[in-house]
Each structure stands twice: as structure tokens, then as C-alpha cells.
């Protein structure tokens, strides 16, 4: 029987083929967060609270499990001023100190928000899914560049007043259908559950073997939390800006360096090297998603042959010891090239912070994010806003006027008139926002740290590359061929 379908190429399937060990080594970590994390359901509120380690770990499962979630985030970026300045970054500046005060004063004005909600289920065995999110970049409070996205299985918009006053809609399987005549039908058919259900069996033997070495693991989770985790106490957040719903929370902060981080991850993979029973379970559990792929044929979808499939199930059956082993080599030597790259001289080692809030019904709802990357810092809030019920997801039919992408594909002609519109509506409406307005604002006036020679250049540069914009514009586009 003929399948309309993705074909694989024969290059794809021996790269595929080539890189088992690879797939056998993510297979290991996937294993071990499964395993760990039906662990800790079983185990109640009143007693997790009385165990920092237990609370925090507690708290993300139950978030894990959740189906509709709403969140936000802002994140901001900063320079590190003796990292930044021993990197040399600004050294084509004849005042290297001061180019790096100009430039951070900035950066501080700078900010990255995001607004998601999504739904995701499998309630009727088959994956449903639908969601919404806002991007936005902002100067000194002000939009610099904003876009909305809405999902709704396979029908995504997508609107931005910056590029056109429409929103975008595309439907992604009429597009995949034509493009490389793939269906998404097909995936979307697919029974999720039954795959789901496989792989979360703790009914098994071999599940019921391997269940008596999880303490192992969680002994050596606890002694990579315990002694960096530390308790804040109560406190109160703001959990919604927009309506300044707060909630009381209990704080944990855990911090640690990504030395720190890998040793710990090759602890767990030396443990797995060794584990019998985790090996016999990925096995039995591969063979099990195997199997049932083979009576359901849903790898037809994929354009993969009932051959094939059962040519994996068979490396699997007579090649599964060896190829584990080899993945878990291939992973722990990945772990070591690592830390040797660290404790190379003059390597600068990741710093990260956390600070989580988590509710009165165990919920983590903000964590509080610290990265120091060496020459720059990442700062960012993300806030778990609602869940359930409560959740708000913005639909396709909420936006009027949309344009069909697809006609851009049945007509270049319009593609490029579009195309066109885009490009000088992005010109026009980015140069003229008052973040941007208030950017360059804030540039001629902090450049007077610079030197006087770097200072007159900086604005004269940034004053004539404006004028060019709206000339070049039109230039660009023609050899653009719109």
C-alpha cells in the first residue's frame, strides 16, 4: 500500500542508523526523569513540607502535570565589567571602561516580556492542543518589537502592528501537504495515551525491579539540592501586573555553578552504567513502543516502512546491551571533555541562581532566574499566573481580516506585493516608535562618557545611517525582487 507521507531519504536513515548511540544515551536521562518523577506523586503535601528538598521537587511535578497553563516572564541583560573588559569586547574604544558604561546604561532600559497560555491534553487519546503568546521587546517601558501568536491544533496566526495591520494565518497542514506532501492529519490521529501509558507502566517486572534502586538516584539527587538549597522563609508575590492579584508564598533559593551541574549528571550516568535493572526496563519499554507501533502502523504517517521498523525492533532484541553500554560511554566521555574545557586557563564557569515560589496547594508559581554567563547576566521572572479553568487562551476567531498565508504560495505575485508592504511597514513603524525615538535619545545623551572623537562619531554616524534609511529602502526591495 501506497502512503502519502514524509519520505525519508536513504541519507536521513543512515544518519539515523549512525547515531544510535546517541539516541540510546537521551533514552537513558528520559528514563531516569520518568522514573523519578512517578516517584514522587505517590508521596503527600503534609509530609513533602516538612523536607526542603521534598517541597521543591514536589512542587514541579505537580506543575508538570498540569494541562492548561498561563505564564509570564521579563528577562534583562547586562554586562559584567571585569569579564567584559578582559574578553577585550570594547577594545577598539581608546577608553574601553567607559564604552563599557555607556553600553550597560542601555542594556538596563532593555527587556524581553512574554505572555503565554497553552493547553495541552490527550483526553481523548488523540493530542489536542491550542494556545497564545505574546513576544514584546521593550525600551524604556515602550514596545519596540511585538508579536502575538494563537495556535489552535494546526490552524497558527500570527500579528504584529509593525509589520502589517492584518494578522498572518496559516494553516500548517495545507502547507506541509504541499510543500513536501506530508499530512498532519495523520499525526493527529495518532493514540498519544497508548504510547503514553507504555512508557509510565509501573506495573511491569521490570518497572517493579528497577523501583527498588530509585532511592539510589534520589539519594544522589539530594545530595547534589541539599547543601545548595536554602530556605527563605514566607513572603508575598504578584502573580498578575495587569490586576495585581498577590498570592503568599513559601521561597527556596538553590544556586550552583554548570561544573557543579556536570559532575553531578555524570554521577547519575556512572550509576546507570551499572544499572541492571534500568537497562532491562529503557529495553522493555522500547520494545513495548515498538511493538505497538508495528499493530497500529502508525509509523506509516512518517512515511517509515514496516521493515524498518521491525529491523529496529530486532537491533534492539540482539543489540540492546551493547548499544546501551556505548550510548552511556558516549554520554560520561561528553561529561568529562566538558570539565576538562572548564579548568582550561582563563575559562570562565556559568553561575545560576534560583529563587522559587511555591503556594499553599505546593505549586511552584515564580522562579526568580540569576545567570552569570561570564561576560554578561541574564536576569529574569517567570510567573505561573493560572492554572486549569483559569486559564485565558486567546482564539483564531478574536482576530479580524486575517490573511491566508497559502495564497502567497498559489500566487508569488502577491507574495512579493506583501513581502514588499511588510519591509517598508517594518521601516517606517520601527524608526518612528518611541522606544526607538527614546533609544536614540538615550544614546546621544549618555555617549558624553564616551570620548569627545568616539562621542561626535557615534552621533554623526547614527544621524546619517537615519536619513539613508528611507533612500535605501527602495533600493533594497528592488534587488530583493520585490
Known amino acids: 500500500m501506497q502512503v502519502r507521507g514524509l519520505r525519508i531519504t536513504k ?6 542508523i549512525m547515531n544510535k548511540k546517541i539516541i540510546i544515551a537521551i533514552a537513558v536521562v528520559l528514563v531516569l526523569a520518568i522514573s523519578v518523577g512517578l516517584a514522587y506523586p505517590s508521596i503527600r ?7 526542603p528538598v521534598n517541597h521543591l521537587m514536589y512542587s514541579f511535578d505537580k506543575i508538570s502535570q498540569e494541562t492548561s497553563v498561563q505564564t509570564s516572564s521579563v ?11 578582559e574578553m577585550g569586547i ?26 503565554e497560555a497553552f493547553e495541552l491534553d490527550t483526553a481523548d487519546g488523540k493530542l489536542n492542543f491550542r494556545g497564545s503568546a505574546n513576544l514584546d521587546m521593550k525600551y524604556a517601558g515602550s514596545s519596540m518589537l511585538d508579536f502575538e501568536f494563537v495556535f489552535e491544533q ?5 500579528k504584529s502592528e509593525i509589520l502589517h495591520s492584518q494578522p498572518f494565518l496559516m494553516d500548517i497542514n495545507e502547507i506541509l501537504n504541499e510543500a513536501i506532501d ?14 503514553i501509558g507504555i512508557v509510565t507502566d509501573t506495573n511491569t517486572q521490570e518497572w517493579k525491579n528497577f523501583e527498588k534502586n530509585l532511592p539510589i538516584y534520589e539519594a544522589y539527587l539530594r545530595e547534589f539540592i541539599e547543601p545548595r538549597l536554602v ?9 498578575n501586573s495587569d490586576t495585581g492579584e498577590e498570592i503568599d508564598v513559601v521561597q527556596y533559593e538553590i544556586a550552583f555553578n554548570m561544573t557543579e551541574y556536570y559532575d553531578f549528571i555524570a554521577v547519575l550516568l556512572r550509576e546507570a552504567e551499572t544499572d541492571v535493572e534500568l537497562k532491562a526496563l529503557a529495553k522493555n519499554t522500547a520494545v513495548r513502543l515498538l511493538e505497538h507501533a508495528l499493530e497500529t502502523k502508525d509509523y506509516e504517517v512518517f512515511g517509515i516502512t514496516t521493515e524498518e521498523v521491525q529491523t529496529a525492533l530486532d537491533d534492539i532484541n540482539n543489540e540492546w546491551g551493547t548499544k546501551w553500554d556505548e550510548g552511556l560511554a558516549l554520554m560520561i566521555e561528553s561529561m568529562d571533555d566538558a570539565q576538562e574545557m572548564f579548568e582550561m586557563p582563563g575559562m570562565q564557569v556559568s553561575d545560576y541562581a534560583y529563587l522559587v515560589s511555591i503556594d499553599r496547594k505546593d505549586r511552584v508559581r515564580q522562579i526568580a532566574i540569576d545567570m552569570n554567563l561570564g561576560f554578561m547576566s541574564i536576569n529574569a521572572v517567570a510567573t505561573y499566573e493560572a492554572f486549569g479553568k483559569d486559564v485565558v487562551i486567546k482564539s483564531v476567531d478574536q482576530f479580524e481580516n486575517p490573511v491566508d498565508v497559502q495564497q502567497f504560495i498559489d500566487d508569488p505575485v502577491i507574495g512579493t506585493e506583501v513581502g514588499a508592504e511588510v519591509a517598508t511597514n517594518f521601516v517606517s513603524n520601527f524608526f518612528s516608535s518611541e522606544a526607538f525615538t527614546t533609544l536614540i535619545a538615550d544614546v546621544k545623551e549618555k555617549s558624553h562618557m564616551l570620548p569627545a572623537e568616539e562621542r561626535e562619531a557615534m552621533v554623526q554616524g547614527i544621524d546619517m545611517g537615519l536619513m539613508q534609511v528611507n533612500m535605501m529602502l527602495p533600493m533594497l526591495l528592488q534587488q530583493m525582487g520585490m
Open 75 to 85: 528577562m534583562g541583560v547586562r554586562l559584567n565589567k571585569e569579564e567584559s573588559l
Open 45 to 51: 503535601s503534609f509530609v513533602i513540607r516538612r523536607d
Open 182 to 195: 506530508f499530512s498532519v492529519d495523520g499525526v493527529t490521529n495518532i493514540n498519544i495515551d497508548e504510547y
Open 231 to 239: 530556605e527563605k522563609g514566607k513572603n508575598v508575590i504578584m502573580i
Open 11 to 16: 541519507k536521513f536513515k543512515g544518519e539515523f
Open 90 to 115: 570594547f577594545e577598539f574604544s581608546s577608553d574601553e571602561e567607559a564604552m563599557f558604561n555607556f553600553v550597560n546604561s542601555l542594556l538596563e532600559n532593555l527587556t524581553f516580556v512574554t505572555n
Open 154 to 158: 494546526w490552524e497558527w496566526l500570527m
